[in-house]
């Protein structure tokens, strides 16, 4: 029996709750470290990351723990916005990945393009090799964003007017990342820009993810357009996304893609294709104010899981076996989508 959309409950978060925060963690990206175990990043946050354990029922069990960073100052980097795990033979890694954004200098400044600023602290990419205990060594590669625009293949005026903008004028912000053991690729989910509509994914191959952290051994790969019609009054973005290995997948969080659009998320999922073909589930619909900026696959108790996290301080956990992940519908491509409606308009009365 499919799910009807309009009957379903929207999904909303549930507060951390946590006593030892000051305040509620601007939750921006989310991994599975093992059954029951998540950590997350807070960009708002530089040298700590936060693990939450959840009980067989899915709620949080105990406070949040504390995972810091050593090795490299946090002078050097600032507003992580991306988090994907990673593994070889021996050891396990995390890739943090700043937003690569400009800082805001002058918001009203009549050219774009003098709104914003450079910072070398939002230009970076961590790698941080898990110890055995929560402090865990960094390694850094300062300067990331320049070699991002100078291997991307031109994605045309909006990609290059991007790199001396604010998000909010379409400028670079990536808010997603994703790594690919498949492909040993790295997969950057940008919220801004939008490239004629869809929303980009950059791809990069890594020669060896437990090998030396620079960029001599970095590859770019063609950059995939999601295949995304949107019919919502603003530009949709990809707000996080994950490799889901168990199903081999790429799960993609898209909203709103300037902060003053009225977009509601949805999940949907990529199968890697260069096409960029998605399927949305439908009948997975989200608060208003649950602004779900990470999720990944797990298990809690043995049981497959889905854990999406709050930049407003929350989380919230859909089992593997809710009938609403179960009927997933392929979205329309473009080309089929504009054949339908050229046909709409020739029959118009």
Known sequence: MRVTRALVRPISASPFDDAKVAEPPNASEVVALGDGRFLFC???????????????????????LRHTISGVSPQFYDDFEGMALAADESRRYLVLATSFSLKVKRRRAALKSRRGRRAIERESLLRVTLGTGRDHQAEIIPGFRSWLYEHTPDLGKRWRKSQMRIPDDGGLNVEGLAWNPKTNELLFGIRTPVIDGRPVVLRVRVGRIGGPWNLSRFEMLPPVLLDL??????ERGIRTLEYDAAHDRVLIVTGNARSGDKVPFE?????????????????????PRFRVEGVTPGTIGGREAMVFV???????????????????????????????????RGHAV
């Open 267 to 287: 999940l949907c999922a990529w199968d890697g294709s260069p096409t960029g073909r998605l399927t949305r589930f439908p009948g997975v619909r989200f608060d």
């Open 229 to 234: 019609e949107s019919h919502d009054r603003g």
């Open 310 to 344: 709050d930049d407003r301080g929350g989380y919230q956990v859909l089992w593997g076996d809710d009938p609403r992940l179960h009927h997933p519908e392929r979205t329309p491509s473009r080309r089929s989508a504009a054949r339908s409606n050229a046909s709409a």
């Open 42 to 64: 807070d960009n708002n946050v530089s040298d700590t990351l936060f693990e939450m354990r959840l009980n067989r029922r899915g709620l949080l069990h105990g406070r949040l």
